[in-house]
């Protein structure tokens, strides 16, 4: 996707214009689309919750701008679906029922949710999808950049690896949920970096993301290819980077092969900090879910020249081209970028990462 990611020519005019006083700068009533004031609601639907970005980071940021930007007279209307597609499809009715005014949809499965997607198009209420690319008729799209996430995280990989990682090199790939076309994105990213250069014994797609689907399918890699024989580990995500350590410690493993993940999850940071996870993905919540604010509202006011400048990356589904999209800049975790992450961004203090349990492991490594 970061390839096809363009920036458009057109919006830039519109800006450029708006400089020289063509065009109202602010964008407030310039726009042929239906405007509202500051009292408006976002519905804001998101995925799962085993997964603490979601509550902990993507709701509480989305719902403080959202506030922000109201001047505190707007307001988000959350529901969580617990990983069922089937949930999140009677939240989105609910949501179009209730008549909210703009949708920010985090699918659970991108596909089943097109329908839901052309009635809400068809109510006359935006969705922009969030994180997740959802097919039908969206208005826009948020999300980091996917496959750099997946290059990432396999480039790192081999980095642990060592000097003489070569294909004889066995590892196991424990991919995101098929419905979540990030999870797709990751493992290309990945692959792209892992292709030639180890033997993949084993991959695995994991169902819901959930962190038990990737320990027990962690578990049968091992009967497969030997538990002495693992030289590596790709796991998806800090979760299912969770599930596969336990599966390794649960078959006698003491000394782990280098694991991936992603998310800078608390408990996975501090795996990272005492050596039993090599890294994770450094996504800045704060920018992605400050921006998904932005582009909800000024959809919905109106403000068409912002919700240009906002979304100058073009992204295709496979059901719409041409989505305005934003893609996020990611960054790797490793014990040397934790400082310069999770720390600087303010993600989380020196003393949420070391308790008593990692205090020696982060005096290690100079975290103080
Ligand atoms: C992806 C998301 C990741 C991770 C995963 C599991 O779509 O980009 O950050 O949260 O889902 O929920």
Known sequence: MRRIAISVAASTMTLSLAGCG?????????SASPTKGNDITVGLLLPEKANTRYEKFDYPIIKDKVAELTKKQGK??????????A????QLQNMIDEKVDVILLDAVDAHLVAPGVEKAKSAGIPVIA????????????V????????EVQGRTLLEAMGPGVGTSDKIVMMNGSPTDPNAKQFKEGALS???????????????????????ANMAKAIALIGKGNIAGVYAANDGMAGGVIKALKAAGVTSLPPITGQDAELDGVQRVVSGEQYMSVYKSYPDEAAAAAQIAVTKIQGKDI?????????????????????????SALTRK??????????????DDICTTRYKASCAAIGLK
Request: hydrophobic share 35%; charged share 25%.
């Open 22 to 30: 063509v065009l109202n700068a602010t964008g407030d009533g310039a």
């Open 306 to 330: 912002q919700f240009d400048a906002l979304t100058q990356d073009r992204v295709d589904s496979p059901t719409t081209k041409q989505v305005p999209s934003r893609l996020v800049q990611v």
């Open 337 to 350: 970028t934790i400082k310069d992450t999770v720390i600087a961004d303010h993600i989380y203090g020196v």
């Open 193 to 215: 970096e892992l292709n030639g250069k180890v033997d993949i014994a084993q991959s695995y797609d994991t169902t819901g993301w959930k962190p038990e689907n990737a320990e």
């Open 143 to 150: 999300s980091f950049d996917n496959e750099l996430v997946g």
């Open 87 to 90: 949930r999140q499809a009677e």
């Open 76 to 85: 988000v209307e959350y529901a969580n679906a617990d990983a069922s597609a």
């Open 130 to 141: 969030y994180d997740r690319l959802a097919e039908g008729p969206i208005d826009g799209y």
